[in-house]
Nanobody, 124 residues
């Protein structure tokens, strides 16, 4: 079992930055790949970024490439999402998720553990 708790969401103006954190407990953190997903009102949950167990490999959705950076600190059992140049269309509830089986994948159904989500609102 892995328990995940996100923090760092909030309200920011377009062009601004936010940093999200996801603290993990339970299973050895370095044994799971991590992903960030988001879900806007009335839309399906979508992949934002993923990072491998070691942190050496990352993957991003095209919509955030060049603006968002995912990282992890296995010593602190934490994964981060640095979000720069935010746009109103980035507004959503952001979730972190973990999977131990398939690495960095964009399909939310491949992830076994989820946090409760944190709201990010970008005003225009």
């Amino acid at each position: 079992q892995v328990q995940l708790v996100e923090s760092g969401g909030g309200l920011v103006q377009a062009g601004g930055s936010l940093s999200l954190s996801c603290a993990a407990s339970g299973r050895t953190f370095s044994s799971v790949a991590m992903g960030w997903f988001r879900q806007a009102a009335g839309k399906e949950r979508e992949f934002v970024a993923g990072i491998s167990k070691s942190g050496r490999s990352t993957r991003y959705a095209d919509s955030v490439k060049g603006r968002f950076t995912i990282s992890r600190d296995n010593a602190k059992n934490t994964v981060y999402l640095q979000m720069n140049s935010l746009k109103p269309e980035d507004t959503a509830v952001y979730y972190c998720a973990a999977n131990s089986r398939v690495g960095i994948v964009p399909n939310p159904y491949d992830y076994d553990y989820w946090g409760q989500g944190t709201q990010v609102t970008v005003s225009s």
